[in-house]
């Protein structure tokens, strides 16, 4: 089985940062993409940000040039660094891995258990 433990969710005033971690642990072979999504109330989850094990990186059009997602493939983690906050990036953040298990031919996906951001004064 494979493990996600996210951390570094909080209440944040606009204009303020934070910095998401998730770690990946278990029987992995690879991890192909990492990445995060988000779900405000009454919305659906939708992508944030992914990157992937070559360093391809792929941002949501609201939060080009104020969020960065980043890897350390050694360690399994996939970071957001959050700046420049805003009351509407206000959600749970859910972190996401795509990659292969030891001992199976096939992809997994993997959700983290996710991790409460709040934007607000």
């Known amino acids: 089985q494979v493990q996600l433990v996210e951390s570094g969710g909080g209440l944040v005033q606009p204009g303020g940062s934070l910095r998401l971690s998730c770690a990946a642990s278990?029987?992995?072979?690879?991890?192909?993409?990492m990445g995060w999504y988000r779900q405000a109330p009454g919305n659906q989850r939708e992508l944030v940000a992914t990157i992937t094990s070559g360093g391809n990186i792929n941002y949501a059009d609201f939060v080009k040039g104020r969020f960065a997602i980043s890897r350390e493939n050694v360690k399994n983690t996939v970071y957001l660094q959050m700046n420049s906050l805003k009351p509407e990036d206000t959600a749970v953040y859910y972190c996401?891995?795509?990659?292969?298990?030891?001992?199976?031919?096939?992809?997994?996906?993997?959700w983290g258990q996710g991790t409460q951001v709040s934007v607000s004064s």
């Open positions: 278990g029987s992995l072979l690879k991890i192909n993409v």
């Open positions: 996401h891995v795509r990659g292969v298990r030891r001992g199976s031919p096939f992809e997994f996906d993997a």
